[in-house]
């Protein structure tokens, strides 16, 4: 089983647990306080998929003439 990182709601500490996958994103108990108010921490792979989405947009929108329909700069209205 995977460690998942979780931070307590009440008392912000943070802290790992092994857990399946099937319990990863249901609160866990917070071992300072013992509070059930906790959340999964958001892990690196899913970091780095946001990035690349933001990545493709700014791509896309890069180009001076991409909404041009022109074969050259010369008419177009940018
Ligand atoms: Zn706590």
Redesign the pocket.
Known sequence: MPFYEYR?A????QFELLRSITQRDTSAE?P????AQ?SRMISLPMAFSMAADGTVKAMAGSSPCGGCVATSCAGCPK
């Not at 300072?32 to 509070?35: E, I, L």
């Open positions: 307590c009440d008392c912000l500490s917070c300072d306080c013992g509070s906790s």
